[in-house]
């Protein structure tokens, strides 16, 4: 999930080798934070948030799969 995520990540940012993604992870619940670097945090936000939900939508049907809650969070 997390090399997938950074995939996703590296295809819509300008700096593709700030991209890094560490992941979190407890008995019921998946944290993974993502950080890009700060001129790209436009584009994986979107407009209107549309980008981020998307990916998050994405991680949501992915949760389904592993019986686990995945939160993915924003770094700076």
Request: no cysteine.
């Amino acid at each position: 999930m997390k090399d997938f995520l950074g995939e996703i990540a590296r295809q819509l940012v300008d700096f593709p080798d700030q991209v890094k993604v560490n992941e979190i992870e407890s008995e019921q619940t998946i944290i993974i934070e993502l950080s890009v670097a700060k001129e790209d945090f436009g584009k994986i936000i979107g407009t209107k948030g549309k980008n981020i939900n998307a990916i998050r939508t994405i991680m949501t049907g992915i949760s389904g799969k592993i019986h686990k809650r995945v939160i993915l969070e924003l770094v700076e």
